[in-house]
């Protein structure tokens, strides 16, 4: 199945905009997260309330750059590796990724739908994004040249940042 990257950024901006916007989608994610999988609540040291921004601010860079594989690899890459400080396991990814699915599912279908079409895409999606992440954390020195060229430290990190979840482009660095 190819990518329908229509029909992801569609439902991301539904996502916004219906039930409660990206701020319920984040707090139901976290929510569902925690009670369904309570072993990675020590993982989190910032509250729901904080982390949701960083879900949907990821989500939101990832959804911008799904064309665009020269800014969106080394992102995952980095991504992946700095989840590597918060000692994210790689089973970690399909527990956090068969909960984005409920709730992105939960969030669409209270005032519009979730297709078969927007399940399918999102769990595409979902698979590139975590296996790009785990293939990163799995060895982060391949990575090492590629996050310096693109303005990121080893650890995944860039220097003096506080929002690492934000896209940026090597331009802005």
Do not use: C
């Not at 799995?138 to 929002?163: C, V």
Request: glycine share 6%.
């Amino acid at each position: 199945m190819s990518l329908n990257v229509a029909l992801l950024r569609e439902t991301f901006e539904r996502v916004k905009v219906e039930n409660g916007g990206a701020t319920a989608l984040g707090m139901a994610f976290y929510k569902r997260l925690f009670e369904k999988y309570p072993a990675v609540i020590p993982l989190f040291h910032t509250p729901p309330e904080e982390q949701h921004k960083k879900l949907v601010a990821s989500l939101g860079a990832i959804v911008a750059g799904v064309e665009q594989p020269a800014r969106l690899l080394p992102y995952l890459h980095a991504m992946g590796i700095r989840h590597l400080k918060y000692k994210t396991e790689n089973a970690h990814y399909g527990a956090v990724g068969e909960n984005l699915l409920a709730v992105l599912s939960d969030h669409l279908s209270k005032e519009g739908q979730w297709t078969e079409p927007m399940q399918e895409t999102w769990e595409a999606a979902i698979g590139v994004v975590a296996k790009t992440m785990i293939e990163a954390a799995d060895n982060p020195a391949a990575y090492k040249e590629e996050l310096a060229e693109t303005g990121y430290e080893p650890d995944g990190f860039r220097k003096n940042d506080k929002q690492p979840w934000l896209e940026r482009s090597v331009a802005t660095v």
